[in-house]
């Protein structure tokens, strides 16, 4: 039973960066679709270009190190530019990495036809001799990793509304990802760092390179090797290699949890149980009155205190041990939105404005399930009153 329930019948019809991998497997050969009335995205757009290996090293200038934008477990991204002018991130996969010519063709039909405004959007491909290369829109903002943990000096941190900003869009990609994808799709690597921003600060989930094609009919999970980022990986996901869409649902849990803290996921530059988030936040996690004690100091008390605990509340009901109490994303995206709808003011300001909409009764009902109780280590009382 999801812990938001009371929200409403949001449900499926029936049917930094340690990589964790244990072992090797292959990518089921499946095709998915979505309805393109509901992606965001007209129908016409689901295609992608074939690119020249000649073309994309020329609009990288030769993948220039200047260039190089990003790296990681599947290989390097560059800026590029087309002859239109169009800026591209064009994305270099490892000669020897974890993926075959199977994998990078079903990886390639799956972005062909994942349309949505949070998501990155694949613009094309190339497949030419032993060169494997994917083109995605370029996001000129960089990532949430940069904006929340790399601060170059001068710059100013994330207020509380960019913070619910990005939280309501990636959780609107996830909610994509599961509820409108036939098969869902399990994104698997939902961090920081896959999180990019366009022109507009409108943040996109990028980097599919560990999706993996959900459960259908019967099936209630999908085996595989256990991959993912060292401190976002779902545990029981983890010690059992069964995989749902409430693997992501933990991951966008210690998102959230980054949001609020101003903390990563895991920080090898410090010390003992500081260096998990989840270690360190637990104390404050399974305490109401200690839930302000997890804001981050970045923001200075500048945040609606009554939406900051139903925030951490949110992020602590996605970070249950066992998956089936976890919420689903779409409940998820309801409780943010609501969240959304009472922006931080400051106070100077506040006094002309109206005082913010009281709580939802859908919303104080599910907030009032957990009051007082062991929000971490106890699961089952979230299913108290819904």
Not at 15 to 24: A, G, L, P, Q, Y
Not at 128 to 155: C, I
Not at 216 to 234: E, K, P, Q
Not at 335 to 358: F, G, R, T, V, W
């Amino acid at each position: 039973m999801s812990c938001f329930s009371c929200f409403g019948p949001r449900r499926r019809k029936t049917k930094t960066d340690s990589r964790i991998d244990d072992s090797t497997d292959a990518r089921s050969n499946a095709c998915v679709s979505v309805d393109s009335t509901e992606s965001g995205q007209k129908a016409s757009q689901s295609s992608a270009r074939s690119f020249a290996f000649r073309d994309l090293a020329m609009a990288s200038q030769n993948f220039k190190v200047a260039n190089l934008i990003g790296e990681g477990g599947f290989g390097r991204v560059f800026k590029g530019r087309l002859d239109s002018g169009e800026a591209i991130a064009i994305q270099q996969l490892n000669h020897y990495g974890l993926q075959g010519s199977k994998e990078f063709l079903v990886e390639v039909l799956m972005l062909i036809m994942l349309r949505h405004e949070n998501l990155v959007s694949l613009i094309g491909y190339c497949a030419e001799g032993d060169e494997r290369l994917l083109v995605y829109e370029y996001m000129p903002l960089g990532s949430l990793e940069k904006q929340l943990f790399d601060l170059s000096p001068g710059k100013q941190p994330l207020d509380w509304n960019a913070r619910i900003k990005i939280a309501v869009g990636a959780a609107k990609g996830l909610t994509y990802l599961h509820d409108v994808a036939n098969p869902p799709v399990i994104y698997r690597d939902l961090k920081a760092a896959n999180v990019l921003f366009d022109n507009d600060f409108t943040p996109k989930l990028s980097d599919f390179g560990l999706a993996k094609l959900g459960p259908v009919g019967d099936n209630t999970h999908v085996s595989t090797r256990v991959m993912g980022t060292y401190g976002y990986c779902d545990p029981e996901y983890a010690n059992s290699g069964k995989l749902t869409i409430k693997s992501d649902v933990y991951s966008f849990g210690m998102l959230l949890l980054e949001l609020i803290t101003g903390r990563r996921a895991f920080d090898s530059t410090k010390t003992g149980g500081d260096k998990n988030l989840m270690t360190w936040s637990r104390p404050f996690l399974n305490d109401r009155r200690r839930f302000t004690q997890l804001a981050d100091p970045l923001l200075q008390g500048c945040y609606p205190k009554r939406a900051f605990k139903h925030l951490v509340v949110v992020a602590s009901m996605c970070l249950q041990d066992h998956a089936r109490v976890r919420p689903i994303m779409g409940d998820v995206v309801f409780a943010l939105n609501h969240l959304a709808s009472q922006p931080y003011i400051p106070e100077h300001d506040s006094k002309i404005m109206n005082s913010p909409p009281p709580p939802s009764p859908s919303l104080e009902a599910a907030l009032t399930c957990s009051r007082g109780r062991n929000l971490v280590r106890r699961p089952s009382n979230f299913q108290a009153g819904v």
